[in-house]
C-alpha cells in the first residue's frame, strides 16, 4: 500500500472473502463466526483487520531477531519526515493478546498479519533459525485460531533481513530466491498446520516502484529525473531486474507448498497487489490506451507473468531488450501460479496518453512507466474527494472497476480485498467526542462498501 512509514496503524484495513469469487469460501473450509442474517454480505464473508510486523510489532531487536532492511533505513536522519522509526511501534510484540482480545470483541473474523523474515532468519539461510521467533508466531497463531478468528499471513511486507542486501544485493540478486524458498519452507512447515491462507509478498509492485525507480524506500536506488540517491541504482533497468527476482520467488515458494505441504494441510497461497484503477482522462481511444498501460505498468506487471506465463504485451513493445527475459526453466517455475489474488484498493487516479499527445513531466509520464500521465487531478478536474493523504482520493467506484477488470483479465480467479481504508491526520485538539465520532471514516468504507456488493451482485451473474 501506498502509505507513510507507520501511518498504516491509523486506517481500518479489511480483509473480504468474496464468495462470487472464492469457490472455496464454504462452511467446510472456513472455521470462523459468521455474519448476522441482516447482512447484505453473504454468511462466509470475511470482514477482518490487517497489519505488518514492521509497522506493528516493535520489539526490533528483541529475542534474537536480526536488523532488517526498514530497521536501517528509517535510523538513518531524514528518511522519515518526524523521526519516528517502528522500534516499538504499538509492541504488538509483546501485546498481541490484548489486541487479539480487541478484535474478537468487535467481532472480526479474519486477521492479516506477516511474519517478520528477520525475526525468524536473522542472517537468512546464512545462519540459524531463531526458535523464540518461531515460538512467538506459534502463540500469536494458537492465540488468533482460539478466537475462531482465521489468519492470513503474508511471509514478506517490504521487509528482509539486512544480511541479505548486505551480501548480495538482496531483490537485485538471482540467489534471493533461494533465500526465500528456505525462508517459506520453515514458515509452512512450522505455522501450516493452522494457517490455511497464505501471502508470499505484500504489494511487490509498490515495494519495487519505491525501493529501485524512486528511492523512497529502501535500499533506496535510484537515477536520473526520478532522483539522485545516494545508494546509486538505474531507475531505468533495476525496477524490472528486481521485479523478476520477486516473481520468481514467488514461483518457488508455491511450487514448494504445491509439491511438499498444500496437499496435507489443505491451506491456499496467493499474492497481495497494490491495486489502483486507472480512469482514462477522456473518452478519446488515446487515453483509453494509456489507461490499460498504466494498469500493464503497475499491476499486470506481476500479475500477468504469475496467471499467464509473460509480461504484459505493452511492455514488451515499450521496453524491448531492457525487459528481463524468462528462461524455459523460469516459465515452468511460473506455472505453478496462485490460488488466489490479494487487492489492495484504496484510491484510483486519471491516466492520459504521452505517446501521440503533448504531455508534462510527471508521474507515469516516462517510457519506464509506460508514456501514461497519472494523477488524481487533471483538467482541473479531481477524481473524487482529497483527504489527509496527497496521493489518495475518494472514488468508490473505483473498487467495482478493478474487481471487474481483475475478474475478465484473470478468467474469475479467487479474489480477497487484503486492504482499504482512509488516513486521517491526528489533531490532539479535537474533544474525545470528535475524534470517536469519525465521520469521514464512516462515509469513505460505507462508499467502499457499498460499490463492493454491488460488485458482488453483477459479478455473480455469467457474462
Same mark, same amino acid.
Given at each position: 500500500?501506498?502509505?507513510?512509514?507507520?501511518?498504516?496503524?491509523?486506517?481500518?484495513?479489511?480483509?473480504?472473502?468474496?464468495?462470487?469469487?472464492?469457490?472455496?469460501?464454504?462452511?467446510?473450509?472456513?472455521?470462523?463466526?459468521?455474519?448476522?442474517?441482516?447482512?447484505?454480505?453473504?454468511?462466509?464473508?470475511?470482514?477482518?483487520?490487517?497489519?505488518?510486523?514492521?509497522?506493528?510489532?516493535?520489539?526490533?531487536?528483541?529475542?534474537?531477531?536480526?536488523?532488517?532492511?526498514?530497521?536501517?533505513?528509517?535510523?538513518?536522519?531524514?528518511?522519515?519526515?518526524?523521526?519516528?522509526?517502528?522500534?516499538?511501534?504499538?509492541?504488538?510484540?509483546?501485546?498481541?493478546?490484548?489486541?487479539?482480545? #480487541?478484535?474478537?470483541?468487535?467481532? !472480526?473474523?479474519? &486477521? +492479516?498479519?506477516?511474519?517478520?523474515?528477520?525475526?525468524?532468519?536473522?542472517? %537468512?539461510?546464512?545462519?540459524?533459525?531463531?526458535?523464540?521467533?518461531?515460538?512467538?508466531?506459534?502463540?500469536?497463531?494458537?492465540?488468533?485460531?482460539?478466537?475462531?478468528?482465521?489468519?492470513?499471513?503474508?511471509?514478506?511486507?517490504?521487509?528482509?533481513?539486512?544480511?541479505?542486501?548486505?551480501?548480495?544485493?538482496?531483490?537485485?540478486?538471482?540467489?534471493?530466491?533461494?533465500?526465500?524458498?528456505?525462508?517459506?519452507?520453515?514458515?509452512?512447515?512450522?505455522?501450516?498446520?493452522?494457517?490455511?491462507?497464505?501471502?508470499?509478498?505484500?504489494?511487490?509492485?509498490?515495494?519495487?516502484?519505491?525501493?529501485?525507480?524512486?528511492?523512497?524506500?529502501?535500499?533506496?536506488?535510484?537515477?536520473?529525473?526520478?532522483?539522485?540517491?545516494?545508494?546509486?541504482?538505474?531507475?531505468?533497468?533495476?525496477?524490472?531486474?528486481?521485479?523478476?527476482?520477486?516473481? #520468481?520467488?514467488?514461483?518457488?515458494? !508455491?511450487?514448494? &507448498? +504445491?509439491?511438499?505441504?498444500?496437499?496435507?494441510?489443505?491451506?491456499?497461497? %496467493?499474492?497481495?497487489?497494490?491495486?489502483?484503477?486507472?480512469?482514462?482522462?477522456?473518452?478519446?481511444?488515446?487515453?483509453?490506451?494509456?489507461?490499460?498501460?498504466?494498469?500493464?505498468?503497475?499491476?499486470?506487471?506481476?500479475?500477468?507473468?504469475?496467471?499467464?506465463?509473460?509480461?504484459?504485451?505493452?511492455?514488451?513493445?515499450?521496453?524491448?531488450?531492457?525487459?528481463?527475459?524468462?528462461?524455459?526453466?523460469?516459465?515452468?517455475?511460473?506455472?505453478?501460479?496462485?490460488?488466489?489474488?490479494?487487492?489492495?484498493?484504496?484510491?484510483?487516479?486519471?491516466?492520459?496518453?504521452?505517446?501521440?499527445?503533448?504531455?508534462?513531466?510527471?508521474?507515469?509520464?516516462?517510457?519506464?512507466?509506460?508514456?501514461?500521465?497519472?494523477?488524481?487531478?487533471?483538467?482541473?478536474?479531481?477524481?473524487?474527494?482529497?483527504?489527509?493523504?496527497?496521493?489518495?482520493?475518494?472514488?468508490?467506484?473505483?473498487?467495482?472497476?478493478?474487481?471487474?477488470?481483475?475478474?475478465?483479465?484473470?478468467?474469475?480467479?479467487?479474489?480477497?480485498?487484503?486492504?482499504?481504508?482512509?488516513?486521517?491526520?491526528?489533531?490532539?485538539?479535537?474533544?474525545?467526542?470528535?475524534?470517536?465520532?469519525?465521520?469521514?471514516?464512516?462515509?469513505?468504507?460505507?462508499?467502499?462498501?457499498?460499490?463492493?456488493?454491488?460488485?458482488?451482485?453483477?459479478?455473480?451473474?455469467?457474462?
Amino acid at each position: 500500500m501506498e502509505l507513510p512509514l507507520l501511518a498504516h496503524h491509523a486506517l481500518f484495513a479489511l480483509s473480504f472473502c468474496i464468495s462470487i469469487f472464492l469457490a472455496s469460501c464454504d462452511d467446510d473450509f472456513l472455521s470462523v463466526k459468521k455474519n448476522s442474517s441482516s447482512s447484505p454480505f453473504p454468511s462466509n464473508f470475511l470482514f477482518g483487520t490487517a497489519s505488518s510486523s514492521y509497522q506493528f510489532e516493535g520489539a526490533y531487536l528483541t529475542d534474537g531477531k536480526g536488523l532488517n532492511n526498514w530497521d536501517v533505513f528509517t535510523h538513518k536522519p531524514g528518511t522519515i519526515m518526524d523521526g519516528t522509526n517502528g522500534d516499538v511501534a504499538v509492541d504488538h510484540y509483546h501485546r498481541y493478546q490484548e489486541d487479539v482480545d #480487541l478484535m474478537d470483541y468487535i467481532g !472480526v473474523n479474519s &486477521y +492479516r498479519f506477516s511474519l517478520s523474515w528477520a525475526r525468524i532468519l536473522p542472517k %537468512g539461510r546464512f545462519g540459524k533459525v531463531n526458535w523464540a521467533g518461531i515460538d512467538y508466531y506459534n502463540q500469536l497463531v494458537d492465540t488468533i485460531v482460539s478466537k475462531e478468528i482465521e489468519p492470513f499471513v503474508t511471509m514478506s511486507h517490504y521487509d528482509i533481513p539486512l544480511e541479505l542486501e548486505e551480501r548480495y544485493g538482496g531483490w537485485l540478486s538471482p540467489e534471493i530466491q533461494e533465500d526465500f524458498k528456505y525462508y517459506a519452507n520453515i514458515c509452512f512447515k512450522n505455522f501450516g498446520d493452522r494457517v490455511k491462507y497464505w501471502v508470499t509478498f505484500n504489494e511487490p509492485n509498490v515495494a519495487t516502484i519505491r525501493g529501485y525507480r524512486t528511492g523512497m524506500w529502501p535500499p533506496s536506488r535510484c537515477s536520473g529525473s526520478f532522483g539522485n540517491c545516494s545508494y546509486g541504482g538505474d531507475s531505468e533497468r533495476e525496477p524490472f531486474i528486481a521485479a523478476s527476482n520477486l516473481l #520468481l520467488s514467488h514461483a518457488v515458494a !508455491v511450487d514448494l &507448498y +504445491r509439491t511438499k505441504y498444500q496437499k496435507k494441510q489443505g491451506g491456499k497461497i %496467493g499474492v497481495v497487489m497494490n491495486a489502483i484503477w486507472f480512469e482514462p482522462v477522456s473518452n478519446s481511444w488515446k487515453d483509453k490506451l494509456a489507461a490499460e498501460r498504466a494498469q500493464s505498468f503497475y499491476m499486470n506487471w506481476f500479475l500477468d507473468p504469475i496467471i499467464i506465463g509473460e509480461y504484459p504485451a505493452e511492455m514488451h513493445e515499450i521496453l524491448g531488450q531492457d525487459l528481463p527475459t524468462f528462461s524455459r526453466y523460469d516459465v515452468e517455475k511460473l506455472k505453478s501460479g496462485l490460488d488466489f489474488i490479494g487487492v489492495n484498493h484504496y484510491t484510483s487516479a486519471f491516466a492520459k496518453d504521452c505517446i501521440f499527445s503533448a504531455c508534462e513531466q510527471g508521474r507515469g509520464s516516462s517510457r519506464t512507466e509506460g508514456f501514461t500521465l497519472r494523477s488524481p487531478q487533471m483538467n482541473g478536474i479531481s477524481i473524487g474527494e482529497p483527504t489527509a493523504l496527497d496521493w489518495l482520493y475518494v472514488h468508490p467506484q473505483g473498487m467495482e472497476k478493478i474487481l471487474t477488470y481483475l475478474k475478465h483479465r484473470y478468467n474469475n480467479i479467487p479474489m480477497f480485498i487484503t486492504e482499504n481504508g482512509i488516513g486521517m491526520r491526528e489533531n490532539s485538539n479535537h474533544a474525545t467526542k470528535e475524534i470517536i465520532n469519525d465521520v469521514e471514516r464512516v462515509e469513505y468504507l460505507r462508499g467502499y462498501l457499498d460499490s463492493l456488493a454491488t460488485a458482488i451482485r453483477l459479478l455473480s451473474y455469467p457474462s
